[in-house]
């Protein structure tokens, strides 16, 4: 059973909240892009893969950044409206999703 999923946030992201993951996101954009480019000019091998763990890293901080601040508003908005073990089971499983 999953909790229903609101069409938005409990609490609207701010707008510095919406910038800092943004601007993360265009981070690893471009380091995805650079590894594009390395693999083009076919660049040693073990340089790629440093890379790409680099890139894995910045999306997970992403992710667990996400999913603090849907634990602190959604899930605590549904724990204190007596909808909390929908909303914890749904979150688990997206964190051994994000944990994987």
């Known amino acids: 059973m999953t909790a229903s999923k609101p ?5 609207p992201r701010t707008k510095d909240e919406i910038s800092a993951i943004t601007n993360r996101l265009k981070r690893v954009e471009g380091q995805v892009r650079g590894v594009q480019k390395m693999v083009e000019e076919d660049r040693y091998c073990i340089d790629i893969l440093v890379q790409i763990s680099a890139i894995n890293a910045a999306l997970k901080k992403v992710g667990f950044s996400i999913a603090e601040r849907h634990t602190k508003h959604c899930v605590s908005h549904a724990v204190h ?8 089971d749904e979150l688990m499983e997206v964190l051994k999703q994000l944990s994987k």
């Open 7 to 11: 069409e938005h946030p409990v609490t």
């Open 81 to 88: 409206s007596g909808q909390g073990e929908a909303a914890i």
